[in-house]
């Protein structure tokens, strides 16, 4: 019996002793975990320590380590504001619950604070910066765990203060803030409206360019816009405007943003200074408005995609791209005789209109004419080779007809599409004589005839009367026999 009962004490104390040898999990207390949900993509989260708490429950203070009074951020908490915002930055009971669960804005006045401040908490000597974590949310949530119990400042597309203590140590926040949205468009000359898609402009004539900006919530960091032209410059008339409300386009203070251009005017970049963003709201509108010229070594038909304008918009880490074409063509015109020989001396305008309007004008570039506002109207033609026309309706009116032919006097109706020279509406290419001149490659005028068949025409008229004539006296003649 006593054997059984010594083997059972051993037994019993090498239990005790291997319970004690085991692993013990210690909870770390005065700890808690920041959780960030509804984070945006690509968006950067920087986690700053503003103050360490000391004691639990309702005795925890926040305290001043290494530095004490010469710490920089204390020393600008006890500036002149310092009885406003270092009251509520203590007061534990009341301003510790911005941007939880269920409250929208944090206390604007330590936000601003921290906001002006929060610099001086970065630089590395600074005992309070004790935790400087940094977060690239590519998931719906973050968090940080196993925090000290203190004061501390989340930074992302806006500010958020709050602070952990022994009641609140789990900490949520949903991030409301929304990242801007840019939108570029584009119209011409021969549009009335701005569109986001391609648009035919003519060469030499300008290209009117409309950025938007909607800011989202929260924002607060600088915004910039880069446009980057290929066969368009010369930017200019550059206005920044902003509609508040849905009312009307104001101007913006030059000092709220910063404008840069290429020498050559092919590179636009605005910046929008952050403290001017801060005050935008969501239902605010910004308007970008400016011009540039469709160049001389714009290319034409299928190859009018590289007429562009390439506008990238960044905001903190979000960053979109757009890309505007403007198309044009080259057209070839002809003025052939019936028998398609071309005719020197002909002089054509060009018009949009079928009747009125003014024609379009011209200067000569290499072998091509290329429409410019002060180049000619008057085109000599035998064959003429057009560079410049947006896709469209346009009618060809002759001004002076080679010598020995008519003058046309209704106007040729034309159509220029973007995968073809030319094409021409037959039902308007009738001639003198029912004669139809068809020419594919290019648009032919219609000729009124040569001239000598003219002179045919006239002389065999004359012989026609005569003859007339003739058989008429030789009737009254045998009459009178």
Avoid at 115 to 144: R, T, V, Y
Avoid at 168 to 180: A, D, L, M, R, Y
Wanted: hydrophobic share 35%.
């Amino acid at each position: 019996m006593f054997t059984v009962f010594r083997r059972f004490t051993v037994l019993f104390i090498s239990f005790v002793v291997s319970f004690m040898l085991l692993p013990v999990t210690v909870i770390a207390e005065n700890t808690g975990s920041i959780t960030v949900t509804n984070t945006i993509k690509k968006e950067q989260y920087h986690l700053i320590r503003v103050f360490e708490m000391s004691g639990s429950g309702s005795h925890t203070a926040p305290t001043y380590r290494k530095h004490g009074e010469t710490d920089p951020f204390l020393v600008a908490l006890q500036s002149d504001t310092s009885p406003f915002i270092l009251s509520q930055i203590m007061d534990t009971d009341e301003y510790n619950l911005e941007y939880r669960s269920g409250i929208t804005d944090p206390q604007a006045a330590v936000t601003a604070f921290l906001k002006a401040n929060i610099h001086l908490l970065d630089e590395p000597d600074i005992a309070n910066a004790g935790l400087d974590e940094q977060s690239c949310a590519l998931n719906e949530s973050l968090i940080w765990n196993d925090l000290p119990y203190g004061y501390y400042y989340l930074s992302g597309s806006a500010g958020a203060y709050i602070m952990l203590n022994s009641v609140n140590g789990n900490v949520k926040i949903t991030e409301k803030n929304t990242v801007p949205v840019c939108m570029a468009y584009q119209r011409s000359d021969v549009q009335d409206a701005y569109v986001d898609t391609t648009i035919g402009g003519f060469i030499y004539y300008p290209v009117y360019y409309r950025i938007t900006i909607t800011p989202g919530k929260g924002n607060n960091q600088s915004m910039q816009v880069t446009s980057s032209l290929t066969n368009l410059d010369s930017i200019c008339d550059i206005q920044v405007s902003l509609q508040h409300a849905g009312g009307d386009l104001q101007p913006v203070s030059e000092e709220m943003y910063t404008i840069t251009t290429s020498a050559e005017g092919k590179e636009l970049t605005l910046v929008l200074h952050a403290g001017f963003v801060s005050t935008l709201i969501d239902t605010d509108l910004i308007v970008v408005d400016y011009q540039a010229i469709l160049a001389s070594s714009a290319k034409t038909m299928q190859e009018s995609r590289t007429n562009g304008n390439q506008v990238v918009f960044t905001y903190s880490n979000q960053t979109s791209t757009q890309n505007l074409y403007v198309q044009t063509t080259k057209t070839v015109i002809s003025k052939t005789d019936a028998d398609h020989i071309l005719l020197e001396g002909a002089k054509i305008q060009v018009y949009m209109q079928e009747t009125g309007g003014t024609p379009l004008t011209f200067k000569k570039s290499n072998q091509y004419y290329v429409t410019d506002p002060s180049g000619t109207s008057d085109l000599s033609i035998s064959q003429v080779r057009i560079k410049g026309l947006p896709t469209g309706t346009y009618y060809l009116q002759e001004v002076t007809a080679p010598d020995g032919y008519v003058k046309l006097t209704k106007r040729m109706k034309i159509e220029v599409t973007a995968d073809q020279e030319a094409s021409v509406d037959t039902n308007t290419r009738k001639v003198t004589g029912g004669v139809l001149v068809v020419n594919h490659p290019g648009i032919t005028l219609p000729s009124s005839g040569s001239s000598s068949r003219m002179i045919l025409i006239v002389i065999g008229s004359i012989s026609f009367v005569a003859g007339m004539l003739l058989l008429l006296t030789g009737h009254i003649h045998e009459k009178h026999n």
